[in-house]
């Protein structure tokens, strides 16, 4: 009687059966994860977004001083390029640099937070009311000067779909509430 060994492993059939079936589950779920990740940074931009209008409004407040975030790029409307939130006292929405800009003293303008160009083509572009710059006062309310309060900020991915944009609506009471969708993209 023969005796045959017992081998452990798998064969070079089977390695090429799993293999082959990893690249078509993975060539299916490529398209969804990259759909994932780009839903993710926009969400990731929202929310920077909503942290330094937040920041704006809560240090307005603190330091009983207008604090203005004000767009990077100073051209009407777009802010993708990225913004400045900073202590204005004097009011006028520019920054004014007195010494040191990261050191708060009284009545010296300071900045606060900085937010760099947005990545992979990304846009960000306002509605109409905060075009480059928008304040809130020391009550916590947005500066009525500047715009109406009502104003929308639209997220879009570089492919221009409205359907997976997000949007930042700033109410009346300068409240940022962050919605899924917009209305139209660049």
């Known amino acids: 009687m023969r005796f045959y060994k017992n081998y452990t492993g798998f ?21 969804n994860f990259m759909t994932m990740i780009r839903d993710n940074r926009i969400a990731t931009q929202t929310n920077n ?13 603190k330091r009983g001083v207008q604090v203005t975030i004000r767009s990077t790029s100073g051209t009407n409307s777009i ?4 913004w400045s939130v900073f202590t204005d006292w004097d009011g006028d929405g ?21 937010q760099v160009t ?4 990304m846009t960000l572009r306002t509605g109409g009311n905060y075009t480059v710059w928008l304040a809130y006062l020391p009550s916590g309310l947005p500066d ?3 715009g ?28 940022p509430a962050t919605q899924i969708g917009a209305s139209a993209c660049p």
Not at 49 to 61: K, M, N, P, W, Y
Not at 98 to 112: F, H, I, K, R, S
């Open 49 to 61: 977004l909503v942290g330094s209008l937040q920041l704006a409004r809560s240090e307005a407040v």
């Open 118 to 121: 947005l990545p992979n083509s």
């Open 94 to 114: 520019l920054f004014e640099d007195d010494g040191d800009a990261n050191l708060c003293e009284t009545e010296e303008d300071c900045v606060l937070r900085t």
């Open 148 to 175: 109406s309060g009502d104003d929308i900020f639209r997220f879009c991915a570089p492919n221009g779909d409205v359907t997976n944009a997000r949007s930042v609506v700033i109410s009346t009471t300068g409240r």
């Open 11 to 31: 064969t070079l059939i089977e390695l090429m059966v799993t293999l082959a079936v990893f690249g078509i589950i993975a060539s299916i779920a490529a398209p």
């Open 79 to 82: 802010w993708d390029q990225g």
């Open 144 to 146: 009525s000067s500047v």
